[in-house]
């Protein structure tokens, strides 16, 4: 069993929706939770991170973390043709330790 | 401010032979890692350097080395080139230390192909 999963997707939704993105993870030590974006052809870009459990918003974007259940999400709002790319979560014990990347969802919004 | 650098951005190679990929972290990043992405594996942690020491290891055979110099840059190596090493090789920078060092910015990647 992989420690983060994450459904390769792909997701299609129209433009403006609410897009809801998951992963879980088995490894309770994890204390540290980012969502990366990665266009076609280029490196992934952080867009939010998170310390332990709660939700924290940006713009457009919310991620929310819930530890009890090992669960993390990420909610991107009036969603945007521009906003097609792979979603990647990512998670971390302390913060000398390595990444743990999910294998990623791909995202298409339809205009 | 400049972005992280990799070089080269596109390489093909005999299966083998070896290869040596660069990066050039973000000016004042401590921090550099390395990850392979396949379609089928994902991104995968290779090594992390700080400060011109090794300071994690993924579970990735011998032939993959690394090391890291005084400027920060850093160098990854491998060896004896099998077709499965076919991948985008990325590197990520980071101050390293501190409460900043979760936010690790990619470079583009080198996309090396094994034939």
């Not at chain 1, 713009?59 to 991107?76: E, M």
């Not at chain 2, 990854?76 to 979760?102: H, K, P, R």
């Amino acid at each position: 069993q992989k420690e983060v999963e994450q459904d390769p997707g792909p997701l299609s939704v129209p433009e403006g929706a609410i897009v809801s993105l998951n992963c879980t993870y088995s490894n309770s030590a994890f204390q540290y939770f980012m969502w990366y974006r990665q266009y076609s052809r280029k490196g992934p870009e952080l867009l939010m991170y998170t310390y332990s459990s709660g939700n924290k918003e940006d713009g457009r974007f919310t991620a929310q973390v819930d530890k009890s259940s090992k669960y993390i999400s990420l909610f991107i709002r009036d969603s945007q043709p521009s906003d097609s790319a792979t979603y990647l979560c990512a998670m971390k014990g302390s913060s000398a330790s390595k990444i743990i990347f999910g294998s990623g969802t791909r995202l298409s919004i339809r205009p | 401010k400049a972005g992280v650098t990799q070089t080269p951005r596109y390489l093909i190679k005999t299966r083998g032979q070896q290869v040596t990929l660069s990066c050039s972290p973000i000016s004042g990043h401590r921090s550099v890692s390395w990850y392979q992405q396949t379609p089928g594996q994902g991104l995968q942690f290779l090594f992390e350097y700080f400060s011109e020491t090794q300071r994690n290891k993924g579970n990735f055979p011998g032939r993959f080395s690394g090391r890291q110099f005084s400027n920060s840059r850093s160098e990854m190596n491998v060896s004896t080139l099998e077709l499965g090493d076919s991948a985008l090789y990325l590197c990520a920078s980071s101050l390293g230390q501190g409460i900043d060092y979760t936010e690790a910015f990619f470079g583009q990647g080198t996309r090396l192909t094994v034939v």
